[in-house]
């Protein structure tokens, strides 16, 4: 008879573990819903202009803060120099900061990469990439089409950032921005660009 109540006892415990798993999961697909309205509402503002992947995994949205109008672009296989500062907000419908109801202070947009703050020491050096090899898609889309000078806001979808997978404090479905600026296309000596 105990045997019988221990294995019972244990199938309720196990039950009740699935249970609270399935609780989680709204909570993921409310934050999931958040970031695709934040996009939408970004795809629906004529000052943004929309760039669909070549990857076929989406669009990504850009606003134009300077023209380089050098007609330079990088190709996929190019490795170029980027300053960028890129963020999140871990509440679309809440200012970047706010005042939380017990008195504190929430930094609600999370910047979580900056050459802004190379290393700490804030001096905004460029970093160099390869366009189809080290960055995310939306990333990587935005700088095919950029022109070397260019200056641009970028909104990224998650399926099109880091998707569904955490990455560092950056949550499974997550909108990014990027404002981002095309420094130069780093080409080997001898490159002749033909």
């Known amino acids: 008879m105990k045997t019988k109540l221990y294995l019972l006892l244990g199938l309720f415990a196990a039950c009740l573990l699935i249970s609270?798993?399935?609780d989680e999961d709204p909570i993921d697909e409310a934050y999931k819903l958040a970031n695709e309205a934040q996009f939408a509402k970004i795809t629906a503002d004529p000052a943004y202009t929309k760039i669909t992947s070549q990857s076929a995994n989406g669009?990504?949205?850009?606003k134009e803060l300077v023209d380089?109008?050098?007609?330079?672009r990088p190709y996929f296989s190019d490795t170029v120099s980027v300053r960028y500062t890129g963020?999140?907000?871990n509440d679309w419908n809440r200012e970047d900061t706010?005042?939380?109801g017990d008195g504190n202070l929430v930094r609600n947009k999370v910047i979580f990469d900056s050459t802004a703050d190379n290393n700490g020491v804030g001096n905004n050096i460029p970093r160099t990439f390869n366009v189809?090899?080290?960055?995310?898609d939306g990333f990587s889309t935005a700088l095919q089409h950029m022109e070397v000078g260019d200056k641009w806001e970028i909104w990224i979808p998650w399926n099109m950032g880091y998707g569904a997978s955490q990455s560092g404090t950056i949550r499974p479905y997550t909108?990014?921005?990027f404002e981002i600026e095309l420094v130069d296309i780093v080409r080997q000596q001898g490159?002749?660009?033909?």
Do not use: F
Not at 59 to 62: A, D, S
Not at 68 to 72: I, L, S, V, W
Not at 191 to 194: D, F, V
């Open 98 to 100: 706010y005042i939380d």
């Open 132 to 136: 189809g090899n080290e960055l995310i």
């Open 175 to 177: 909108t990014l921005a």
């Open 59 to 62: 669009h990504i949205m850009y």
């Open 191 to 194: 490159y002749s660009g033909t």
């Open 20 to 22: 609270c798993n399935d």
């Open 68 to 72: 380089g109008n050098t007609g330079e």
């Open 87 to 89: 963020w999140y907000k």
